[in-house]
T-cell receptor
């Protein structure tokens, strides 16, 4: 079964450092998403991406965050200057367009720990 | 604002007990509804979904959910739980007026099954 793969599985960084989280969506999927889950809290929407541009973003997704699809396969989330409160599990998701289009397939997540 | 409420934060049951997890959403329009499960240390997995038609939907592992439009509810049920059902369960809603197909998650219900 096709999977969404995410790297790294766990990253520890110092406050103020830049972090890039990588995702390889399922190959025929066209819509891409980042969600995050702070420990013990709900899964929160960050951003959605389609046709090489952001289609929707949440209030959490401020100027410190950016997304990119640099090479047609990877989908990255960059945090320019990490804060303690950015510590969370970040999930990438993708979906195909058309029938069954509303089902997101999630990756295993990247745990970010900011010290 | 659109929201999803899961009133039970932590449910503890014995094996073979029946399960019902509540989910209510606040949105007046047409929605798609989902239940995702997150087993310990694993990623989010789709348990079942409702798009249209029969409001009683059956998912994997013996789970089912009933969409009651008048109550804005989509409760998850299982007649007889097993120890392996120990996990976090997330209800999610996708309002169909969103072109970006953003899914909104509830805060989750942790299910602990006593062997």
């Amino acid at each position: 079964e096709p999977e969404v793969t995410q790297t790294p599985s766990h990253q520890v960084t110092q406050m103020g450092q830049e972090v890039i989280l990588r995702c390889v969506p399922i190959s025929n999927h066209l819509y891409f998403y980042w969600y995050r889950q702070i420990l013990g809290q709900k899964v929160e929407f960050l951003v959605s991406f389609y046709n090489n541009e952001i289609s929707e973003k949440s209030e959490i997704f401020d100027d410190q965050f950016s997304v990119e699809r640099p090479d047609g396969s990877n989908f990255t989330l960059k945090i320019r200057s990490t804060k303690l409160e950015d510590s969370a599990m970040y999930f990438c998701a993708s979906r195909v367009r058309g029938t069954g289009a509303n089902v997101l397939t999630f990756g295993a997540g990247s745990r970010l720990t900011v010290l | 604002a659109q929201s999803v409420s899961q009133h039970n934060h932590h449910v503890i049951l014995s094996e073979a007990a029946s399960l019902e997890l509540g989910c209510n959403y606040s949105y007046g329009g047409t929605v798609n509804l989902f239940w995702y499960v997150q087993y310990p240390g694993q990623h989010l997995q789709l348990l079942l979904k409702y798009f249209s038609g029969d409001p009683l939907v059956k998912g994997i592992k013996g789970f089912e959910a009933e969409f009651i439009k008048s109550k804005f509810s989509f409760n998850l049920r299982k007649p007889s739980v097993q120890w392996s059902d120990t996990a976090e369960y997330f209800c999610a809603v996708r309002p169909l007026d969103s072109s970006a197909s953003k899914i909104i998650f509830g805060s989750g219900t942790r299910l602990s099954i006593r062997p």
